[in-house]
């Protein structure tokens, strides 16, 4: 398809809808969406080319003041009716790009999954990078919090959440509350979001979204899974912003509120976000193979990357020190690096649900769905090739129980990095496989890492918590 007649389609598609304005939504660097609208008149085939102008500046780790002038280019293949507008809005993605040079922006994180897919085809390796991402959320009817210098809490309640087991409701109080870690699969009235969870399905099926199954999650509290059908990279991670949006607002609708924060619960399961990823070239598989559970040399040497980059990838799919209260032993959280087929308990597993050659793939289960979904797919694609590259074995597959197992047995089993602090030094020290081919560049990873100590970790690192109240206030 040519590009003219992807800017005739995307205008005809705002204009059978009614659409008066036009939503462009681009990706700031830490992953959320953000956005600016115009006039439906104004999209025109020449405004594709033109763009539409932007303070940089107030985009956090983006430009300074002084060269704050940027454009969005929208692309119209992602051309979308927006669901929860009043007034019809037709939505697309749009690229960043410098006004008087017109090259891309190198903090634009959807030029970066774009520059992956790029760099791909040019080591002659693969042609498509597929990736499946599972994102897990919870859904709550309540959520207070507020900190300041003289207090600090949090406070979420669910209906379902075992916690309100004794609780007096007007009209009775049913009891059909959820235990700590048996949310996975149960039928209402104990799943009480099905409905709109199914609300969700079909807005994402009608934003182009395919979607493969919705379920109810382990925790006792609304946690909920949609899983979407693998797409190329760059596809994927519009849809994986485009689901986050969806889930956000469906929720709001409904008189809920959504998180996708990894871990906003004590004593029960976090969400995470598993990443499938296959490396495919003219049409044929290239996970597909002889060897283990049926999988090729490439993919056993890409799981050696991913492996090894481990610690340093944690930084960029585990980017919250939030992430960091969900990867800890016991709430099936992968802390364990190693890989092995349908064990869940590992931190890299091969999925066997099908015998299909092309259903042969990784499944990387540390990220978590707080991250950047450009930044964290382009990363693991990278460690991957740079395993590829290197020829990187992962070594022998550990099929036991890892939880199960004793410290003499785990002490030779390394382990993700154990908070925000200590992935970030390990991106400092590890990244020049994130460099090839001009993916990532240095001054972003420099940001990255400045940003985070200085506006996350620092602040959360130098405020007292509750707890530490009820273990020290007596002291």
């Given at each position: 398809?040519?590009?003219?007649?992807?800017?005739?389609?995307?205008?005809?598609?705002?204009?059978?809808?009614?659409?008066?304005?036009?939503?462009?939504?681009?990706?700031?660097?830490?992953?959320?969406?953000?956005?600016?609208?115009?006039?439906?008149?104004?999209?025109?085939?020449?405004?594709?080319?033109?763009?539409?102008?932007?303070?940089?500046?107030?985009?956090?780790?983006?430009?300074?003041?002084n060269e704050s002038d940027m454009l969005l280019?929208?692309?119209?293949?992602?051309?979308?009716?927006?669901?929860?507008?009043?007034?019809?809005?037709?939505?697309?993605?749009?690229?960043?790009?410098?006004?008087?040079?017109?090259?891309?922006?190198?903090?634009?994180?959807?030029?970066?999954?774009?520059?992956?897919?790029?760099?791909?085809?040019?080591?002659?390796?693969?042609?498509?990078?597929?990736?499946?991402?599972?994102?897990?959320?919870?859904?709550?009817?309540?959520?207070?919090?507020?900190?300041?210098?003289?207090?600090?809490?949090?406070?979420?309640?669910?209906?379902?959440?075992?916690?309100?087991?004794?609780?007096?409701?007007?009209?009775?109080?049913?009891?059909?509350?959820?235990?700590?870690?048996?949310?996975?699969?149960?039928?209402?009235?104990?799943?009480?979001?099905?409905?709109?969870?199914?609300?969700?399905?079909?807005?994402?099926?009608?934003?182009?979204?395919?979607?493969?199954?919705?379920?109810?999650?382990?925790?006792?509290?609304?946690?909920?899974?949609?899983?979407?059908?693998?797409?190329?990279?760059?596809?994927?991670?519009?849809?994986?912003?485009?689901?986050?949006?969806?889930?956000?607002?469906?929720?709001?609708?409904?008189?809920?509120?959504?998180?996708?924060?990894?871990?906003?619960?004590?004593?029960?399961?976090?969400?995470?976000?598993?990443?499938?990823?296959?490396?495919?070239?003219?049409?044929?598989?290239?996970?597909?193979?002889?060897?283990?559970?049926?999988?090729?040399?490439?993919?056993?040497?890409?799981?050696?990357?991913?492996?090894?980059?481990?610690?340093?990838?944690?930084?960029?799919?585990?980017?919250?020190?939030?992430?960091?209260?969900?990867?800890?032993?016991?709430?099936?959280?992968?802390?364990?690096?190693?890989?092995?087929?349908?064990?869940?308990?590992?931190?890299?597993?091969?999925?066997?649900?099908?015998?299909?050659?092309?259903?042969?793939r990784i499944e990387v289960r540390f990220p978590?769905?707080?991250?950047?979904?450009?930044?964290?797919?382009?990363?693991?694609?990278?460690?991957?090739?740079?395993?590829?590259?290197?020829?990187?074995?992962?070594?022998?597959?550990?099929?036991?129980?890892?939880?199960?197992?004793?410290?003499?047995?785990?002490?030779?089993?390394?382990?993700?990095?154990?908070?925000?602090?200590?992935?970030?030094?390990?991106?400092?020290?590890?990244?020049?496989?994130?460099?090839?081919?001009?993916?990532?560049?240095?001054?972003?990873?420099?940001?990255?890492?400045?940003?985070?100590?200085?506006?996350?970790?620092?602040?959360?690192?130098?405020?007292?918590?509750?707890?530490?109240?009820?273990?020290?206030?007596?002291?």
């Amino acid at each position: 398809m040519t590009t003219t007649k992807k800017h005739k389609e995307a205008i005809a598609l705002g204009k059978d809808g009614g659409a008066v304005m036009v939503d462009l939504k681009f990706c700031d660097l830490f992953g959320q969406w953000q956005h600016t609208s115009v006039p439906m008149h104004r999209i025109t085939e020449e405004a594709f080319e033109d763009g539409f102008g932007f303070d940089g500046s107030s985009i956090r780790g983006w430009r300074a003041i002084n060269e704050s002038d940027m454009l969005l280019l929208p692309d119209a293949s992602t051309a979308v009716m927006d669901p929860f507008m009043a007034r019809p809005t037709l939505s697309m993605i749009a690229n960043v790009v410098d006004p008087i040079t017109r090259e891309s922006y190198d903090r634009d994180p959807r030029f970066i999954a774009r520059k992956v897919e790029q760099y791909v085809r040019s080591t002659g390796l693969a042609d498509t990078v597929y990736v499946g991402p599972e994102a897990e959320f919870f859904v709550f009817d309540d959520v207070r919090y507020s900190t300041s210098q003289n207090h600090n809490f949090f406070q979420v309640d669910s209906k379902e959440a075992h916690w309100n087991s004794g609780k007096e409701i007007p009209g009775g109080n049913g009891g059909y509350t959820i235990r700590s870690k048996e949310g996975y699969f149960p039928v209402a009235p104990h799943d009480s979001l099905m409905d709109l969870r199914t609300e969700m399905v079909e807005a994402m099926e009608a934003a182009g979204i395919e979607i493969e199954t919705s379920h109810h999650e382990v925790a006792t509290a609304g946690q909920c899974e949609i899983d979407m059908k693998f797409d190329s990279l760059v596809r994927m991670a519009d849809k994986t912003m485009w689901f986050k949006y969806i889930v956000k607002n469906v929720a709001k609708r409904a008189g809920k509120t959504a998180t996708f924060m990894p871990k906003p619960l004590f004593g029960d399961n976090g969400s995470g976000m598993h990443c499938h990823q296959s490396l495919w070239k003219d049409g044929k598989p290239l996970f597909a193979g002889n060897g283990y559970a049926g999988m090729s040399e490439m993919a056993m040497f890409y799981i050696g990357g991913v492996l090894k980059h481990a610690k340093a990838l944690n930084a960029i799919t585990n980017p919250t020190t939030n992430s960091y209260r969900r990867l800890v032993p016991g709430y099936e959280a992968p802390v364990n690096l190693a890989y092995s087929s349908r064990n869940r308990s590992a931190s890299i597993r091969i999925p066997m649900f099908s015998p299909s050659p092309k259903a042969k793939r990784i499944e990387v289960r540390f990220p978590d769905p707080s991250c950047n979904p450009y930044l964290a797919f382009a990363a693991l694609v990278m460690a991957g090739l740079d395993g590829i590259e290197k020829k990187i074995h992962p070594g022998d597959a550990l099929d036991k129980d890892i939880y199960s197992l004793s410290p003499e047995e785990l002490q030779n089993v390394p382990q993700v990095a154990g908070s925000l602090g200590e992935a970030l030094d390990a991106l400092e020290k590890d990244h020049e496989f994130l460099l090839k081919g001009d993916v990532f560049s240095k001054e972003l990873i420099e940001t990255w890492v400045s940003y985070k100590h200085e506006k996350e970790l620092d602040p959360v690192r130098l405020r007292p918590v509750p707890y530490e109240y009820h273990l020290y206030y007596d002291v």
